[in-house]
Antibody
């Protein structure tokens, strides 16, 4: 059973960088042909795909966020990470990590991490 | 504004059936059979309940069924139960090689 767990600061100041890590257990992130993904949900709103890192290391980003995000994988630690620069209050959301297949169907989700952008 | 359009809310009584629609375009739902549905209880992570238009993952109740016609996908919950009260999100792969999500539909069990 694959399990994912997000970790990182819950409060980030405006203009700073948001950093989150997703630790995966029960499966290796560099095998199986999965897209290890970040998805966020603004308070009371729908879901927004942020981007993914493929098991080969290739990355795929939401065009609307591409200029501000970097997703990377640390295979020895079986983790992948999200960095988002120049955050504003509009980036306040619950951030989920998940495992997705090639169609971006997410079959395993982390529990979510609330990140608030505020001074 | 979400890429896929869902009604904000749907309600039904226990034992009834309800259907949630998800409308996209010929660049997503109308092009691919990669429509997924997720159930999300308050304060919890989403849970996959339908993939590839109409397939249920192991362990998901057969009270959940789904289909697609043209640019619109639909999720039907039969024999409605109180535990079905939750948000439901649709998702589709798109011709931009990215996923699109709906804004979510809250199901109320009266």
């Amino acid at each position: 059973q694959v399990q994912l767990q997000e970790s990182g600061p819950g409060l980030v100041k405006p203009s700073q960088t948001l950093s989150l890590t997703c630790t995966v257990s029960g499966g290796s992130i560099n095998s199986g042909g999965y897209y290890w993904s970040w998805i966020r949900q603004h308070p009371g709103k729908g879901l927004e795909w942020i981007g993914s890192v493929y098991s080969s290391g290739s990355t795929y980003y939401n065009p609307s966020l591409k200029s501000r995000i970097t997703i990377s994988a640390d295979t020895p630690q079986n983790e992948f990470s999200l960095k988002m620069t120049s955050v504003t209050a509009a980036d306040t959301a619950v951030y989920y990590c998940g495992r997705a297949e090639y169609s971006y169907t997410v079959d395993y989700w982390g529990q979510g991490a609330l990140v608030t952008v505020s001074s | 504004q979400s890429a896929l359009t869902q009604p904000a809310s749907v309600s039904g009584s226990p034992g009834q059936s309800i259907t949630i629609s998800c409308t996209g375009t010929s660049n997503d739902i109308g092009f691919y059979n990669f429509v997924s549905w997720y159930q999300q209880h308050p304060g919890k992570a989403p849970k996959l309940i339908i993939f590839e238009v109409s397939h249920r993952p192991s362990g998901v109740s057969d009270r959940f069924s789904a289909s697609k016609s043209g640019n619109t996908a639909s999720l039907t919950i039969s024999r409605l139960q109180t535990d079905d009260e939750a948000d439901y999100f649709c998702s589709s792969y798109t011709t931009s090689s990215t996923p699109a999500f709906g804004g979510g539909t809250y199901v109320t069990v009266l």
